[in-house]
């Protein structure tokens, strides 16, 4: 499992691979910046940011271990535990938590809003299916016991939205300080 020891090499890995396209209409890094954009400037806290910008790094690693793949809808690579784990030694709970329900927080969304399920993107709701799909009563009351399940759910939000085709490029280069004032290391 990959473990990022420095915020250098989470850079580099946007760098070589954010261009590409997983299964959306926009690439890994303007959705990325989107994401934290978003998350900006709606006061969220550092740590929330960085999830929101981090949130998909797992789609990353699995595109630098496998290449571009045209098989995303046969199985669930599990990008949002890869990203999570690879992240934990850099980042405290606060951006991995988060990080790691994203996925959980969407089939919440679409066990607990009938509307939701409306507002998903075709990718995410091929996704959804692979995921496990809406949540059971169960899940549901683990995933809201959790104290990072409000957390994750607004993370999912700006997760949903931040897929604008006509963005403007901003520089990954925005949020390195905020990067490196949330790193434990």
């Known amino acids: 499992m990959k473990q990022f020891s420095s915020i250098a090499e989470i850079i580099e890995l946007y760098e070589q691979y954010g261009t590409e396209f997983y299964s959306e209409d926009v690439t ?11 998350a900006q400037e709606s006061g969220a806290m550092d740590e929330l940011v ?89 899940e549901q009351r683990r995933f809201e016991s959790h104290p990072q399940s409000g957390a994750a759910v607004q993370l999912r939000n700006w997760d949903d939205t931040g897929k604008a085709l006509q963005s403007p490029e901003l520089p990954l280069e925005k949020f390195v300080a905020t990067l490196e004032r949330v790193s434990v290391k």
């Open 50 to 138: 960085v999830a929101a910008l981090l949130h998909d790094v797992g789609h990353l690693i699995d595109l630098a271990e496998y290449g571009s793949s045209t098989t995303a809808f046969e199985s669930d690579a599990k990008h949002e535990s890869i990203g999570a784990q690879s992240l934990a030694k850099l980042f405290p709970s606060g951006v991995t938590a988060p990080i790691a329900l994203h996925v959980d927080a969407k089939r919440w969304r679409c066990a607990t809003d009938l509307l939701y399920h409306g507002t998903l993107s075709s990718a995410s709701v091929a996704s959804l299916i692979l995921q496990g799909g809406p949540m059971s009563n169960d």
């Open 28 to 38: 890994q890094i303007s959705h990325a910046l989107q994401c934290a954009t978003l």
